[in-house]
């Protein structure tokens, strides 16, 4: 536990903290540059496979018309259940929220949290500090001092992972209750 604090407050032992990249000839230790690099290269993959995938055509999709509307429904505390969900991520999001601290507490907190969540349905607004994430290179496998052999992870808010459950519960339910699937 105390390695994982230790990390996040950026204590990690120097063995931790090292990445390295190689640019061409060169290797680039510096954390800012490594930083730009990685997000230069994951910009432009993204970009390459958009342009892969299009290949200059237009996707011409027919939406039908449903009679039927999806019906958001109150959140209750329900919220205990989409809990089960939560991996428990050592790695917290941007509001420094860790998931099994919400796992341990969501006793505590399932009754304002329903509230915040209904609030935010029934408005439209999604709270500013739910749409950042952070994101981390992951090294996938090869030679760690390639760039091509690591892919961006986001790290989410944890309230963020179960509004976004409930919302996916709510939806998939709606379109099997309808047979669109």
């Known amino acids: 536990m105390w390695r994982l ?3 996040e407050i950026g204590k ?8 390295e990249l190689r640019f061409g000839t060169k290797i680039i230790s510096n ?32 939406i039908k018309h449903y009679p039927n509307s999806i019906c958001i429904y109150p959140v209750t505390e329900v919220v205990i259940s989409l ?5 428990g991520n050592p790695v917290a999001a941007d509001d420094d929220i860790l998931e099994n601290l919400v796992k341990q ?15 935010s349905l029934h408005t439209g607004v999604f709270q500013d500090v739910w749409k950042t994430a952070k994101v981390k290179p992951l090294h996938k496998k090869g030679d760690k001092y390639h760039m091509q ?5 986001s790290i989410i808010s944890v309230f963020t992972k179960l509004l976004e459950r409930l919302m996916f519960n709510m939806t998939k339910s709606f379109l099997y209750e309808n047979k669109i699937f």
């Open 149 to 153: 052999n690591y892919r961006p992870i």
């Open 5 to 7: 604090i230790n990390r």
């Open 31 to 62: 954390p800012s540059e490594i930083r730009d690099k990685l997000n230069t290269h994951f910009i432009s993959t993204v970009e390459e496979l958009v342009k892969q995938n299009s290949n200059g055509s237009v996707y011409n999709l027919e």
């Open 105 to 119: 507490c969501i006793q505590l907190i399932k009754g304002p949290l329903a509230h915040i969540y209904n609030l």
């Open 12 to 19: 990690a032992p120097e063995n931790e903290k090292k990445l």
């Open 83 to 87: 809990n089960k969900s939560l991996k």
